[in-house]
């Protein structure tokens, strides 16, 4: 059973930034493309930054420039490195597993709630 643990969040000005973490049980990391969704009050869920098993990056347009996903594998851990952060960034993150597509395949954590005032 994979468990999916995020951290990192918090309140902050327009303009500052977070790093937020995601930790896992078990060795998904390795064999897993990883990416950090969100979901803002009244909205879907979205995918908003992705990495593959080999290091490849992509961005929701919304986020580009701006965010940074990375991976170190032998930690077992994802951080997203967020700058410039905008008041439309508020929402819960959740960090997930995810097809090369960007389907999520485990269940989600409790995600941590960034809240960027204006």
């Known amino acids: 059973q994979v468990q999916l643990v995020e951290s990192g969040g918090g309140l902050v000005q327009a303009g500052g930034s977070l790093r937020l973490s995601c930790a896992a049980s078990?060795?998904?990391?390795?064999?897993?493309?990883m990416g950090w969704y969100r979901q803002a009050p009244g909205k879907q869920r979205e995918l908003v930054a992705g990495i593959t098993s080999g290091g490849s990056t992509n961005y929701a347009d919304s986020v580009k420039g701006r965010f940074t996903i990375s991976r170190d594998n032998a930690k077992n851990t994802v951080p997203l490195q967020m700058n410039s952060l905008k008041f439309e960034d508020t929402a819960v993150y959740y960090c997930?597993?995810?097809?090369?597509?960007?389907?999520?395949?485990?269940?989600w954590g409790q995600g941590t709630q960034v809240t960027v005032s204006s």
């Open positions: 997930n597993a995810m097809t090369g597509s960007g389907v999520p395949i485990y269940d």
């Open positions: 078990g060795s998904i990391f390795s064999i897993n493309a």
